[in-house]
C-alpha cells in the first residue's frame, strides 16, 4: 500500500496523505509499505488541518504592525 491509497481509502482524499506520512515518521522516506507493516492511521485528522492551515496561512507584513 502507499500514503496515497491508504488516504484515500479513509478519508476520500488522496492528497491528505501527508497526514499518514506525518503520523508514522519512523517510516521517513518510505512511500510504500510491505504487507505486516503496522502503520497509524489518524481518525481524527482536525488537528493536523488546522496546523496545515497555520503554517500555511499568508500574513501581509503591513497588515500585522
Known amino acids: 500500500d502507499s500514503y496515497m491509497k491508504l488516504a484515500n481509502t479513509y478519508y476520500k482524499d488522496q ?4 497526514i499518514i506520512a506525518r503520523a508514522n515518521r519512523p517510516y521517513k522516506g518510505n512511500t510504500r509499505f510491505q504487507a505486516g507493516n503496522k502503520i497509524i492511521i ?3 485528522i482536525d488537528d493536523y488541518l488546522n496546523e496545515f ?6 500574513v501581509d507584513i503591513k497588515d500585522a504592525e
Open 42 to 44: 489518524p481518525l481524527e
Open 15 to 18: 492528497s491528505l496523505w501527508w
Open 53 to 58: 492551515r497555520r503554517l500555511n496561512t499568508i
